[in-house]
């Protein structure tokens, strides 16, 4: 049986942690709300942007590929895969990181098992860390996601761009896809794959849609229209990706540390009344003590 | 038939509506869409938006660059940042456009992609000049 001077610490210990994971809950709910703004008003313009792609990709799906920037119809063969897995730099934010490279080991274990070549491109300390251990020889670089700081997701989705389009101009990869997690509300993020190259294909059944996709024009010529389209629309796919998992993130370490203060007041209620028991009975010991001792005399 | 004018910007969509004209600014010339109109991607330079309905301006707003895709339906513009007429500032332009042209200078001759973004940007800081004066001179109808 553990002395009061032991319970005592002890509640105190915990009384701390609650404190910490209150205040981390606070902090992560106020970061939310911003994150949340950020994320749902870059959305219609990734949106947008994706459609407007997969009409393209749709139109040019009958010229030869080789013609094609690689960006758009792949490089013509589909043996390397890069998977950009999006996490986040910190922890203590539930299964949020876990999702995410779960889905990759998945994603990973089929494209092996189709006999195609996987390299892995981690967004965010946690994600690389993880993948680093498992598939050491597998992960081409792992780059910081400071979603932290709002400025940083542009420039960073820059980058992330720049080098998947020299990974994919240079031949070295076939097709690119994103692993990210999409940010539904504060309690619940997907995590989903985006495909990015080649470009998806947009479904559509109608005929006449797709006769009429056929003959686009482009303005200046094709070539400079589009390659200055595609490495922006990689930008935008994964500026509005970094946003949204910055807010999914937020959204869980809220959800984590609101829980982790109730199991905490939970344990501090347990270990009071083990601490009030222990006392009493401390007393009542004590009280039989005397007690025994004045019949004895 | 209308035709659905779709602005956006990274920020936010700003219009969304049914209208029977919209007049960008191409890179290589202005163009309208109309309904029915063969389906074009193009580029944009710095200028101005104009939504027409039923042969009346209702819309005009300014973008500093983008892309447009125009169907037979729709016509969508992915704009790199569109501003209000009234938010224009010739002054403003003019130092963005002094700032811009200095970093030109700096600018070695085989970043061709720098170049690239950066006589984008100087066009865009231009045209914001020209449209920021006309529109204090009221000036609309040459926009």
Known sequence: MPSLKELRGRITGVKSTRKITGAMKMVAASKLRRAQIEAEAARPYAATMRRMMSEVATASQGMDPSTLPPLLAGTGRDDVHLLVVLTSDRGLAGGFNANIVRLARRKIGALKAEGKTVRLLPVGRKGGEVLKRYYPDLVVDVLHNDAGAQEGAYSLAQKLAKQVVALVNSGEVDACSLLRNRFVNAMTQLPEALGLVPLPVAKNDNAEKSADAASYEFEPDEATLLTQLLPRNLEVQFYSAILESAAGEHGARMTAMDNASRNASKAIERLSLKYNRTRQANITNELIEIISGAEAV | ?143
């Open chain 2, 1 to 143: 038939m209308p035709l659905r004018a779709e602005i956006v910007s990274p920020e936010k969509r700003h219009i969304d509506r049914q209208v029977d004209m919209v007049v960008v600014p191409g890179s290589e010339g202005n163009i309208a869409a109309m309904p029915g109109r063969a389906p074009v991607m193009l580029q944009l330079r710095g200028g101005v938006v104009t939504l027409y309905k039923d042969d009346q301006v209702v819309e005009r707003c300014f973008v500093s660059g983008g892309f447009v895709d125009m169907t037979a339906d729709h016509c969508t513009i992915l704009a790199d940042s569109v501003r209000a007429l009234e938010d224009l500032s010739a002054d403003d332009a003019r130092q963005t456009l002094e700032e811009l042209e200095s970093q030109w200078t700096n600018v070695g001759p085989d970043d061709h992609e720098h170049r690239v973004s950066l006589s984008k940007q100087i066009q865009a800081a231009r045209a914001e000049i020209i449209v920021a004066e006309k529109f204090q001179q009221n000036d609309l109808k040459s926009l």
